[in-house]
């Protein structure tokens, strides 16, 4: 499995920015994806995460009613929307992916991780 994380930029408090992930793997809907993020100084934190089959999202709190995830199991991408970024938010954002059905907020749960996209947020 390969992920490429990319759509990072950046942007002023409020505004929005939609990240990709998209995957090279035989059977998509075979692993679930998360979000991280980490700032600088920071531990690596669970942003949010879809099933494999799409039916199942969950998000960190911080996040919960600005940002949402969604998967295109067509064209193997998994996306993730931010609106109403804050200072906050900026962080250098990973994709990974894990081989099963369900979604972990655990970074140790994920095998595969993409390479990372900067995302910063000026107040």
């Known amino acids: 499995v390969q992920l490429q994380a990319f759509g990072g930029g950046l942007v002023q408090g409020g505004e929005s920015l939609r990240l990709s992930c998209a995957a090279s793997?035989?059977?998509?809907?075979?692993?679930?994806v998360g979000w991280f993020r980490q700032a600088p100084g920071k531990e690596r934190q669970f942003v949010g995460g879809?099933?494999?089959?799409?039916?199942?999202?969950d998000y960190a709190d911080s996040v919960k009613g600005r940002f949402s995830i969604s998967r295109d199991n067509v064209n193997n991408t998994v996306r993730l929307q931010m609106n109403s970024l804050k200072p906050e938010d900026t962080a250098v954002y990973y994709c990974?992916?894990?081989?099963?059905?369900?979604?972990?907020?655990?970074?140790?749960?994920?095998?595969?991780w993409g390479q990372g996209t900067q995302v910063t947020v000026s107040s």
């Open positions: 793997v035989r059977t998509f809907s075979s692993i679930s």
């Open positions: 990974a992916a894990r081989q099963s059905r369900n979604l972990s907020r655990w970074s140790s749960q994920y095998r595969y």
């Open positions: 879809i099933t494999s089959h799409g039916d199942s999202t």
